[in-house]
């Protein structure tokens, strides 16, 4: 079963940048879509992005297009995700999944990690 460890969150003003990475356990990590989401309090876990197992697609949710990017290393079995021109409104917990395919429903994916908390202060 593959491990899935976020790092890179933390305290960030609003308009700033951040840089998630997800590290996975597995050699086979190419064989896995990726994805991330996000859970704010009270809540629901929302998409973020996700990208395809050789990374040539790419898919958003509308309220992060244009200021996050997601991208993989497959070399070094990792995904990342940018985050640019962060909002208070992106403050929450994030945390990247493992799947068949990069879709949006997070019961597309198998596999998820323990989640990094990212705060955007006004």
């Known amino acids: 079963q593959v491990q899935l460890v976020e790092s890179g969150g933390g305290l960030v003003q609003a308009g700033g940048s951040l840089r998630l990475s997800c590290a996975a356990s597995e050699r086979t990590f190419s064989n896995y879509a990726m994805g991330w989401f996000r859970q704010a309090p009270q809540k629901e876990r929302e998409f973020v992005a996700a990208?395809?197992?050789?990374?040539?697609?790419?898919n958003y949710g509308d309220s992060v297009k244009g200021r996050f990017t997601i991208s993989r290393d497959n070399a070094k079995n990792t995904v990342y995700l940018q985050m640019n021109s962060l909002k208070p409104e992106d403050t929450a917990v994030y945390y990247c999944?493992?799947?068949?395919?990069?879709?949006?429903?997070?019961?597309?994916?198998?596999?998820w990690g323990q989640g990094t908390q990212v705060t955007v202060s006004s």
């Open positions: 990208i395809s197992r050789s990374g040539s697609r790419t």
């Open positions: 999944a493992a799947g068949v395919l990069e879709v949006v429903n997070p019961r597309g994916y198998n596999h």
